[in-house]
């Protein structure tokens, strides 16, 4: 690769998620902090309230949080206790996404913020970073339950190699794709 390549430091992934990370803050992505609390609120509580819910929708897409207001509130708590103890991570941002205003986007964040340690926040830029990186193939700028599993295995493999957490290794990547893309992101 030659030097002026912006993706020419892609060799040492330890070095691309530490300065990706280090970008993070510059994006208008999820605070983790803000994931970090409503990790918190959901492992004590064992589900999430509708409210809750929409506060993590609204951090994630602005747009269309006011959706998640037309579940009731038995089928949060419901859903989010469920995605708490099924298997699988299609199962859990498959569950998530039954409820209005979760795509799978959105979904990834509830899953992120109950556990760091196995899933990541995932959209379009994630998509794009990994692509770019070579771990997927072609663009996308809707996902699904699928989708989210074809995401989260790279992004854990890389989190395997890097040893940072795949929720991190998440922000990395959103925070790449952010500072490397020319023109608009649809």
Not at 31 to 46: A, C, H, I, K
Not at 94 to 104: D, V, W
Not at 117 to 135: F, N, Q
């Amino acid at each position: 690769m030659e030097a002026d390549d912006p993706n020419s430091h892609l060799d040492d992934l330890d070095a691309f998620v530490a300065e990706n990370l280090d970008r993070y803050a510059e994006t208008q992505g999820v605070l983790p902090e803000r994931l970090d609390e409503f990790g918190e609120r959901y492992r004590s509580q064992g589900h999430l309230t509708r409210d809750q819910l929409y506060e993590i929708a609204y951090e994630s897409s602005t747009r269309s949080a006011y959706h998640v207001e037309k579940n009731p509130e038995a089928r949060c708590r419901e859903v989010t206790r469920n995605a708490r103890a099924v298997d699988g991570d299609f199962s859990s941002i498959h569950l998530i996404t039954g409820l209005a205003g979760f795509k799978a986007a959105t979904a990834s964040c509830v899953v992120a913020a109950l556990d760091g340690d196995r899933h990541a926040v995932v959209d379009t830029r994630v998509w794009a970073s990994l692509e770019r990186l070579g771990y997927l193939d072609g663009r996308k700028e809707s996902f699904d339950a699928a989708d989210y599993v074809t995401m989260i295995e790279p992004i854990r493999a890389i989190a395997d190699e890097t040893g940072y957490r795949p929720v991190d290794v998440g922000y990395a990547l959103f925070a790449h794709d952010a500072h490397v893309r020319d023109g608009t992101l649809h």
